[in-house]
Structure formats: C-alpha cells, structure tokens
C-alpha cells in the first residue's frame, strides 16, 4: 500500500465516514477493487490531501460537479461528505440552485433530490 493511498483512505474516511468508505471496500470485487484503489489514491490521495481548499470549498466544488454530471448516486455521498464537512445546508442549497443556471434545470433538479434526501436523514440523525 502507498503512502498516498494511506493518506487518501485516511482522508476519505474524514470526509465520507467509516460505515462508506467500509461498505465501499467490503462490497467491491476483483472487478472492482481496482478501480476503489485508484478512487483512494489518486482522488483521496492526490486531490483531497491538497492544502490549497479548504474541505468546505472542496465540498461544494464537488457537488457542484457531480449536479451538472447528473450523478444523483456519487451526489448523495458527498453531500454528506460535506455535511461533516462543515458545510451547511444553506450553502449546498446555494450551490444547487447555483448548478441549475450552469448545468440546466434537470441536473439540478435531480441534485436537488437526491441532496434533499441525504439532508433530511442527516437531521434526524442530529435530533
């Protein structure tokens, strides 16, 4: 294992939390567990470990992509990545609302949704 696979697991877990990163590696297969191991090292490892963002702007950036992508899935993660990342909803509300200007009424629709869905589990979850 590479320092910067350690490194990236270590921060991947920071952000998205044990119970993902675990179901993340427990479910993957010989077909997939290559493709875990370069999502941990080279977007963990080499983008998140990066001291030039903050979490938070790293947070929004993401699900800003991940809305005009139209990846609902992947969204959903990190909403919540960027949840215990400090972000408040209010922000990934703005982001959101911001995506449907750049990204189209659909994607961020669809973002909206899936965010929403995460949100809303999460503050039961803080109650």
């Given at each position: 294992?590479?320092?910067?696979?350690?490194?990236?697991e270590q921060v991947r877990r920071e952000v998205m939390g044990d119970f993902f990163v675990d179901r993340a590696l427990n479910?993957?297969?010989?077909?997939d567990m290559p493709l875990q191991e370069q999502v941990m090292e080279a977007a963990w490892g080499t983008t998140w470990t990066r001291d030039?963002?903050?979490?938070?702007?790293?947070?929004l950036i993401t699900i800003a992509m991940l809305a005009a992508l139209k990846c609902p899935q992947?969204?959903?993660g990190h909403v919540r990545g960027?949840?215990?990342?400090?972000?408040?909803?209010?922000?990934?509300r703005a982001v959101l609302l911001h995506a449907m200007v750049y990204a189209g009424a659909p994607a961020a629709i669809d973002a909206t949704?899936?965010?929403?869905?995460?949100?809303e589990?999460?503050?039961?979850?803080?109650?």
């Amino acid at each position: 294992m590479t320092d910067r696979r350690k490194a990236g697991e270590q921060v991947r877990r920071e952000v998205m939390g044990d119970f993902f990163v675990d179901r993340a590696l427990n479910n993957a297969t010989d077909f997939d567990m290559p493709l875990q191991e370069q999502v941990m090292e080279a977007a963990w490892g080499t983008t998140w470990t990066r001291d030039d963002l903050p979490r938070t702007t790293r947070s929004l950036i993401t699900i800003a992509m991940l809305a005009a992508l139209k990846c609902p899935q992947e969204l959903k993660g990190h909403v919540r990545g960027a949840l215990n990342n400090g972000c408040t909803v209010e922000e990934i509300r703005a982001v959101l609302l911001h995506a449907m200007v750049y990204a189209g009424a659909p994607a961020a629709i669809d973002a909206t949704r899936a965010a929403k869905e995460v949100i809303e589990e999460w503050e039961k979850d803080q109650a």
